[in-house]
């Protein structure tokens, strides 16, 4: 079992940074990897970005060159360095882990950008 907390979120005007963790405890060894989704109100949760064990990356275009994941192994925390950020990029975000095929999810952390 893998438990999965994120923090990070808030408020921040247009063109503003955020940066989001993502905490993983319980068995976290053979995580393959981890990644981050939004959901906004009424919509179903799309992927942002995501990191493989190897440490390869992987972003959805809307967020390349403005969003970076990043991965600390000693402290097992996932981070999303959001920059430039557009009111479009409000959501709830969720870290997700990956584990022998089992999807881990955490609560969420809201992000509201405002114009």
């Known amino acids: 079992q893998v438990q999965l907390v994120e923090s990070g979120g808030g408020f921040v005007q247009a063109g503003g940074s955020l940066r989001l963790s993502c905490v993983a405890s319980?068995?976290?060894?053979?995580?393959?990897?981890m990644r981050w989704y939004r959901q906004v109100p009424g919509k179903q949760h799309d992927v942002v970005a995501a990191?493989?064990?190897?440490?390869?990356?992987d972003y959805v275009d809307s967020v390349k060159g403005r969003f970076t994941i990043s991965r600390d192994r000693a402290k097992n925390t996932v981070y999303l360095q959001m920059n430039n950020l557009k009111t479009e990029d409000t959501a709830v975000y969720f870290c997700?882990?990956?584990?022998?095929?089992?999807?881990?999810w955490g609560k969420g952390t809201p992000v509201t950008v405002s114009s």
């Open positions: 990191i493989l064990d190897s440490g390869s990356t």
């Open positions: 997700n882990a990956v584990q022998h095929g089992k999807n881990y």
């Open positions: 319980g068995t976290v060894s053979s995580i393959s990897y």
